[in-house]
């Protein structure tokens, strides 16, 4: 198994997971919270102040009802099996997306790739000279990729000249 694939996968998911969650825990209210949090930094402002305990003690009281507003704990109880899903759905796409080279076809070597392209720029067939002549391979080079290609069955050969196996 490879591990980076599946810690991407992993930590994506959980992620997704824990940020649905966090949203159905506000309704979606991102405003909401922000309004909490500056609140929240008054509260403790007000308190490194030195201001009186009442006057502190009042505004946690209105910095907790304003928490009750926003946050809706029943509801994001509700919604865990949603936000569990919505985090399986995006590590299966992260899955996916790191994986999706792993099941394709190997694409082959530089060589073999060269011998392709000018295969099929000459119609499907081509001889050594060609090969020579249209690129950068030398003869054994040439040679060799034939001959590997030739054994793997993308190729055959008719005298001099080969032929692309379709």
């Known amino acids: 198994m490879n591990v980076p694939r599946a810690a991407v996968t992993l930590i994506a998911g959980l992620s997704a997971a824990l940020i649905a969650y966090s949203a159905f825990y506000v309704r979606g209210d991102t405003a909401g919270v922000m309004h909490y949090l500056r609140e929240r930094g008054d509260v403790k402002d007000l308190a490194a102040s030195g201001a009186s305990a009442a006057a502190v003690e009042a505004a946690r009281r209105n910095l907790a009802a304003l928490g009750e507003r926003v946050a809706d704990p029943d509801l994001a109880l509700r919604m865990v099996p949603v936000a569990l899903l919505i985090g399986v759905l995006v590590a299966w796409l992260v899955w996916r997306a ?29 001889t050594l000279g060609d090969l020579g002549a249209s690129s950068p391979l030398s ?28």
């Open 98 to 126: 790191f994986g999706s080279r792993v099941g394709s076809a190997e694409r082959g070597d530089v060589q073999e790739r060269m011998v392709l392209r000018l295969a099929y720029r000459k119609g499907g067939q081509f």
């Open 139 to 166: 003869e054994e080079q040439a040679r060799a990729v034939t001959r590997r290609m030739l054994e793997s069955g993308r190729l055959t050969r008719e005298g001099d000249t080969f032929r692309l196996v379709r």
